[in-house]
């Protein structure tokens, strides 16, 4: 009887913990005493087991299918073998812990755990924790106490010593929540200027990507705030040995300019100047000498459509490579989005790369493919990639794309590269050769890809030539089966100046496109928000905030750029009662006239105006660069010292008028660059591209291929020197049409053209000898007119019975269509199955936009690629030889099928998820 009371005055539960290890724990509460008792039990004995275990107890209240568990867990076993592996698994799970119970129910077809309060699991717990306090700005008490919480749980990866498949997405998961939810803490206090609790999360972030040198840079600013420049020294001394020992590399460039400043710090402590304010409070945009960053206002609808196609990639089941496009107008912000929702899934684990098209006058042939790859890919990275890509497909992708030979295997590479001295009919490349490029760049990605979801930001994609729009459209096909999703930012006003850019857009909407977004300006109220939190604060002007709305339109741009002219016109006042004051305040202030030009670009220019002498020097000396600049190219033009050159873009910085990247500096938005660049005087801008030009041929003296030829083109046009500029567009459309850029070379035709009319810089014969050249070069690459006709146009005529089937190219193999006779191929028949379609037609160049389903979508996938193989290699395979390829692969597609039927996923489709 005293038996049966006392474990009716105890409470037991369960705690298991999946975070840095795997344990069971039994915890005791008594009634009487409050005292608990935590022995630890052991796991169940067969790893199978564990396995199902780990498995419901991080999906609860779900409902498995046993065929599915089957196939997750043993998909090379026979069905039978792997049902029995299974009731086994699940036979020592009842039952367990010994005397409790973990609430799991199965039938004969599914098994379900129910999750109750008596069984705790931390990973549960600390996803709870964290969900609801990930965004931006969520600073209260109870948040940071949440994220603390959280964070305390985390104590390493989860299930280590687990390697299913299954796992790995949930594995990555844990560790970006983790992240964000250091980054948080980091931000938070920062804010509050507690800068040691800061550093105490920010050196924990620091340990899971060493590599990471913004965080490094920002420990080493928050010893600077500390007032321990020594720990910031030693700090910076430690990283720049590891980079050294690991990668043979140094640390970047802005790394290294903190690292001088910390040491002047120490050497001349008069010198410093505080970096973090030693009390928070709120940045006013025109009141900080730093750039203040604003949080995203008035996009939260945009925002979740987003998040909804992007988060895909981090499940396994759904994750699918393709297309996300958004389109805006200038200024309206949509650059903050996409930056936003990429920030908080790179702190998720995401692999997120940021290109920003150049929009000055270079159209290089698939300058953004080899961008993207010096971005994104550090030479560590490139090596590891390039070692899983056939030696073929690599030297294809280094003749298209030379940069490549700088970080990929020598052995397999050559390093020559053609330079063809002048126009001549039988130069260029086939679609063919094209197609083998694409293969290549798709391998590339895929093996990218494979590491973590990667996300590619193209910004303002209007700016692409025609041909790298075609290739795009046909890479998206290949990474159907990647967690690679691209984001296309662009501009339709712009993109309509070249009718073959806005077509080559406009196809990419058939191609894989999940989400085509169209950002609008900001509403009344989300533009009162940003009023108010631009100025911080929150006294409300309603007749000033709906004056400035209605002269905006809501373009943020436009509106932060008005703010900021009212400052610097005395019309907008900061008082001594800490309180904004403006006489546009007033209802009767109608008459006033605001400094409001009547386009963004003209702001800017007034706003560039108002730029001390060497400053506006500097600049203009940057911006004849282009949209990308290093400090090594100013330095070549300004007469100004290096010190000095270093200050000014300091400041630019700060002003947000140019921000660090890889490959030196950019302007952002290149709307700054553009009102530099049209702001400075004609004898000026003509010079300093002359002196530009001198430069590059200089380089060219010492290494033929130093400077591509559309480079020099843009610098020849700009000093007006007309000649040099025909000859520059005639070699830049012979580099082009060399590596198959068809359309860029007929471009640089056509600009080759319009200067000899124009300008006229030659002697009739010789002008004349030009321009013939030029027809014939015209005539012999331009594509026969029926190519880009659309492949459902055409007439497919059945082959006739008695008749093998065959592989037909048509147009440069633009299209290849696959007669099938059921009664002389018999076994592909078969293969292809008895309902399917007797003519099967892949349109290599021209996706095909329809619905193609279930088993008939990955037979055709499969298909597909090894058509692509054979014909790339020379080869036309005849049926046979595809229906023994087929049949060598069936078993693997039938497993496919079933395991995506197990999991409830949607059969394959295009198109279905525009």
């Not at 895929?446 to 700016?463: F, G, K, M, R, T």
């Not at 292809?832 to 021209?846: A, I, K, N, Y």
Request: net charge negative.
């Amino acid at each position: 009887m005293r038996r049966q009371l006392a474990r009716a005055m105890m409470h037991q539960t369960i705690q298991f913990e999946v975070l840095g290890s795997f344990t069971v724990v039994i915890q005791t509460h008594t009634t009487n005493k409050h005292t608990s008792h935590k022995p630890q039990v052991a796991l169940p004995k067969t790893k199978d087991a564990q396995r199902l275990l780990a498995y419901l107890l991080l999906y609860p209240d779900q409902t498995h299918l046993r065929t599915f568990l089957v196939g997750l867990f043993w998909p090379d076993l026979p069905e039978q073998q792997a049902r029995r592996r299974l009731t086994r698994a699940l036979a020592q799970l009842r039952g367990y812990p010994a005397g409790l119970d973990l609430q799991i129910q199965a039938d004969v077809n599914t098994i379900r755990r129910v999750s109750t309060a008596d069984v705790w699991v931390d990973y549960q717990v600390f996803s709870q924790r964290l969900m609801p306090h990930l965004q931006h700005g969520m600073h209260s008490p109870s948040a940071v106490e949440a994220l603390t919480e959280a964070a305390q749980l985390y104590r390493g990866e989860l299930l280590p010593g687990f390697y299913d498949e299954w796992l790995l997405p949930e594995q990555r998961r844990a560790e970006g929540l983790y992240r964000m939810a250091l980054m948080r803490l980091v931000e938070a206090y920062r804010g509050q200027g507690r800068y040691q609790n800061a550093l105490e999360y920010l050196l924990r972030l620091n340990e899971l990507d060493p590599f990471d040198e913004a965080n490094q840079r920002a420990i080493m600013q928050l010893y600077r705030a500390l007032d321990q420049p020594q720990a910031a020294i030693e700090h910076y001394q430690r990283f720049q040995q590891y980079l050294l020992d690991e990668l043979d590399a140094a640390p970047e460039a802005a790394t290294q300019m903190l690292y001088e400043q910390l040491r002047q710090v120490r050497t001349d402590p008069q010198s410093a100047t505080p970096h973090l304010p030693a009390q928070p409070q709120p940045l006013s945009l025109l009141l900080s000498a730093d750039r203040v960053t604003l949080p995203l206002i008035g996009r939260e609808t945009e925002r979740q459509q987003l998040l909804l196609q992007l988060n895909q990639l981090f499940d396994a089941e759904l994750a699918m490579g393709g297309l996300i496009l958004v389109e805006r107008a200038a200024g309206v912000g949509k650059t903050k989005l996409v930056q936003t929702v990429v920030h908080d899934l790179a702190w998720r684990g995401a692999q997120v790369v940021w290109h920003d098209s150049l929009t000055d006058g270079f159209h290089g042939p698939y300058t953004p493919y080899i961008q993207l790859l010096e971005i994104g890919l550090t030479e560590l990275r490139a090596r590891q990639i390039a070692a899983e890509v056939e030696p073929a497909l690599l030297q294809e992708l280094a003749h298209l794309l030379p940069a490549i030979h700088q970080w990929l295997p020598e052995p397999q590479l050559s390093t020559h590269t053609p330079q063809p001295q002048q126009l001549s009919p039988d130069l260029g490349g086939t679609e063919a050769e094209q197609l083998r490029f694409v293969m290549a760049y798709a391998q590339i990605l895929l093996e990218w890809s494979q590491a973590a979801p990667l996300i590619v930001v193209l910004d303002n994609l209007d700016q692409w030539s025609p041909d790298c729009l075609h290739v795009l459209n046909l890479l998206l096909p290949r990474m159907m089966e990647s967690a690679l999703i691209f984001v296309g930012l662009y501009q339709r006003e712009r993109a309509r100046q070249d009718e073959a850019v806005l077509r080559r857009i406009e196809q990419l909407a058939g191609a894989q496109l999940f989400l085509h977004m169209t950002v609008p300006p900001l509403s009344a109220t989300a533009t009162t928000a940003l009023i108010r939190t631009a100025l911080a604060t929150v006294t409300p002007m309603p007749h000033f905030e709906q004056r400035l709305y209605t002269e905006t339109a809501g373009n943020p741009l436009f509106l932060l750029a008005l703010l900021s002219a009212l400052y610097e016109n005395e019309l907008l006042t900061y008082g001594a009662d800490r309180q904004w004051h403006t006489p546009l305040a007033e209802p009767t202030a109608t008459a006033i006239a605001l400094p409001l030009p009547s386009t963004l670009q003209t702001l800017l220019e007034q706003h560039l105006a108002r730029l001390a002498v060497d400053e506006r020097a500097i600049l203009e000396y940057a911006v004849i660069w282009g949209h990308c600049f290093t400090l090594t190219r100013v330095l070549q033009l300004t007469p100004y010292p290096m010190h000095k050159v270093l200050a000014v873009l300091a400041q630019f910085e700060q002003r947000g008028l140019i921000i660090m990247v890889t490959v030196g500096y950019q302007f952002r938005p290149d709307l700054i660059r553009q009102a530099a660049y049209d702001a400075m005087q004609h004898e000026h801008r003509q010079a300093r591209h002359h002196r530009a030009l001198q430069l590059l041929r200089q380089e060219l003296l010492h290494q033929a291929d130093a400077v591509p030829a559309y480079e020099l083109l843009y610098h020849a046009q700009g000093a007006e020197l007309w000649a040099e500029a025909v000859h520059y567009a005639l070699a830049a459309a012979r580099e082009a049409h060399q590596v198959y850029a068809t359309e860029t070379a007929l471009a640089h035709l056509a600009q080759a053209d319009d200067l000899l009319r124009i300008h006229m810089p030659f002697d009739r014969v010789e002008q004349a000898a030009i321009q013939a050249e030029i027809r014939a070069a015209e005539q012999q690459w331009q594509r026969p007119a029926n190519e880009s006709k659309p492949p459902e146009q055409e007439r497919i005529e059945p082959a006739p019975t008695g008749v093998p089937a065959t592989i037909v190219p048509h147009e440069g193999l633009a299209t290849v269509r696959v007669r099938l006779a059921k009664t002389t191929a018999p076994a592909f028949g078969r293969a292809l199955h008895e309902d399917e379609m007797q003519t099967v037609v892949w349109t290599l160049h021209h996706p095909h936009d329809g619905m193609i389903q279930g088993k008939k979508a990955l037979r055709q996938h499969r298909l597909q690629r090894l058509v692509e193989e054979a014909v790339v290699q020379g080869a036309i395979p005849t049926a046979a030889e595809l229906a023994t390829a087929l049949q060598v692969s069936e078993k693997t597609i039938h497993r496919d099928l079933q395991q995506l039927r197990r999991q409830g996923t949607p059969l394959p489709t295009r198109g279905s998820r525009s």
